[in-house]
T-cell receptor, first 109, second 114 residues
Framework: EDQVTQSPEALRLQEGESSSLNCSYT??????LFWYRQDPGKGPEFLFT???AGEEKEKERLKATLTKKESFLHITAPKPEDSATYLC??????????FGGGTRLMVKP | NAGVTQTPKFQVLKTGQSMTLQCAQD?????MYWYRQDPGMGLRLIYY???????DKGEVPNGYNVSRLNKREFSLRLESAAPSQTSVYFC?????????????FGSGTRLTVV
């Protein structure tokens, strides 16, 4: 059975304090790993897709990386507007997405 | 604005009542999905429709039924609501089934069953 585990569940940072969010996965036949951002009261919004170990993607202060067992979302010099819940999901050979429980990020000014 | 529209945004039901959650997308996507989101458990797939005229069970289908009314609309029905169905429900669509990069989500329906 596919599993996706995100840690930590919650993370409080000061503005400018860089950190990383972790997404560990076990999946039969990875066909893609996806990161989403979810703001309170809204649906998830797509951020990145990673397909193979060693791949990296960047967008503003966010950088996503992938190994054979986990993915990291690195946040460099975060701002309060980066506060949100970040979700990780994997696509397996059955072509369905399995989501992790999310990391709630709070960035204090 | 292009996207996925869900109605209603909030709903309170009594145990045993029925209701239908509506979802419509205007992006000409082939695939549509219903998820539920509970604290700490992530999004779990209830049902999906890979294309117009087809529906399939997801991870947690018990207590729900769906209808793909046409290419735009995909509804979720609770026949006899139970407190365990208290959750936030999200509808999503994508051009291709399972293409996570292309999932567009609605803003959700917060359902409370008392």
């Amino acid at each position: 059975e596919d599993q996706v585990t995100q840690s930590p569940e919650a993370l409080r940072l000061q503005e400018g304090e860089s950190s990383s969010l972790n997404c560990s996965y076990t999946v039969s036949g990875l066909r893609g790993l996806f990161w989403y951002r979810q703001d309170p009261g809204k649906g998830p919004e797509f951020l990145f897709t990673l397909y193979s170990a060693g791949e990296e993607k960047e967008k503003e202060r966010l950088k996503a990386t992938l190994t054979k067992k986990e993915s990291f979302l690195h946040i460099t010099a975060p701002k309060p507007e980066d506060s949100a819940t970040y979700l990780c999901a994997v696509n397996n050979a059955g072509n369905m997405l399995t989501f992790g429980g999310g990391t709630r990020l709070m960035v204090k000014p | 604005n292009a996207g996925v529209t869900q109605t209603p945004k909030f709903q309170v039901l009594k145990t045993g009542q029925s209701m239908t959650l509506q979802c419509a997308q205007d992006m000409n996507h082939n695939s549509m999905y219903w998820y539920r989101q509970d604290p700490g458990m992530g999004l779990r797939l209830i049902y999906y429709s890979a294309s117009e005229g087809t529906t399939d069970k997801g991870e947690v289908p018990n207590g729900y039924n769906v209808s793909r009314l046409n290419k735009r609309e995909f509804s979720l029905r609770l026949e006899s609501a139970a407190p365990s169905q208290t959750s936030v429900y999200f509808c999503a669509s994508s051009e291709v089934t399972g293409a996570g990069y292309g999932y567009t989500f609605g803003s959700g329906t917060r359902l409370t069953v008392v």
